[in-house]
DNA sequence: GCGTGATCATGG
DNA sequence: CCATGATCACGC
């Protein structure tokens, strides 16, 4: 880590859903040497130990107040921070992460208060060319979307959390794998394999687990893109 | 250790 | 080729 990075400035948070799409407006095009150097941070020259640098840039340019809390970027606008990395063809290149996994949650859960549903509400996404030919502080951000899911999306987001949070509470950790879930998938989320959490077990018991968490598939934040 | 921000690296 | 499973850094 530099020590730039450390020493970054940070932007008020914006009071309006307005002013955050003004702010957002204003730095499409823009590299992202550009805006690092607007908040006095440096852009890696590769991610392999800084992966979640372009997120933390986004958040401090944009003024994302949340931190680490469970809750959307811009908490009092109730509007999520994604950034969308995108190949040189213009196509999502990776999933998206939303949230954790509850996997200590026994009580019946309610889709509109899940924290998945709170983040998915309402996200700002921020796409920015990945292309590997260029070193990362030349790659430039896009026209920036203000999305919330369509009745349709939200069915099928819905059904696919039911179906997961369902496995889940019946102690099928070991049935969950990356191939269900039709928009959304659960994945490990975790330094490495060998970090355990609690989960439930088929008897409702605790068992040792991985952590995870909740992802957008790549094919539908093309969907959300091709709309746009 | 957990949740935030994600991308890496390899097997199918 | 690309999605899945694995991994990296930070704040607290």
Not at 82 to 102: A, C, F, H, R, W
Not at 123 to 132: A, V
Request: hydrophobic letters at 40%.
């Amino acid at each position: 880590m530099c020590q730039g990075n450390k020493n970054s400035v940070k932007t008020f948070p914006p009071e309006t859903e307005a002013e955050l799409w003004a702010r957002a407006l204003l730095i499409a095009q823009c590299t992202l040497g550009d805006l690092a150097a607007t908040v006095s941070m440096t852009v890696p020259k590769d991610f392999r130990r800084e992966k979640g640098f372009i997120g933390q840039l986004l958040e401090r340019v944009l003024g994302a107040t949340a931190g680490n809390l469970s809750k959307p970027d811009f908490t009092q606008l109730g509007i999520e921070l994604k950034t969308l990395p995108l190949n040189p063809n213009g196509q999502p290149k990776e999933s998206t992460y939303v949230s954790i996994v509850p996997l200590m949650s026994r009580d019946r859960l309610s889709w509109r208060n899940c924290d998945l549903y709170q983040k998915l509400r309402h996200i700002l996404w921020i796409p920015y060319c990945f292309d590997k030919a260029l070193d990362p502080e030349h790659w430039r951000i896009g026209s920036p979307i203000l999305w919330s899911p369509s009745a349709e999306d939200e069915a099928v987001l819905r059904a696919d959390w039911e179906e997961l949070m369902g496995l889940v509470q019946m102690g099928q950790l070991d049935q969950i794998n990356a191939r269900l879930g039709e928009y959304l998938q659960i994945r490990p989320k975790a330094m490495n394999a060998k970090v355990r959490t609690e989960g439930l077990g088929n008897n409702g018991e605790c068992v040792r687990t991985s952590p995870r968490g909740f992802y957008l598939r790549p094919s539908f934040t093309a969907k959300i893109l091709a709309r746009s």
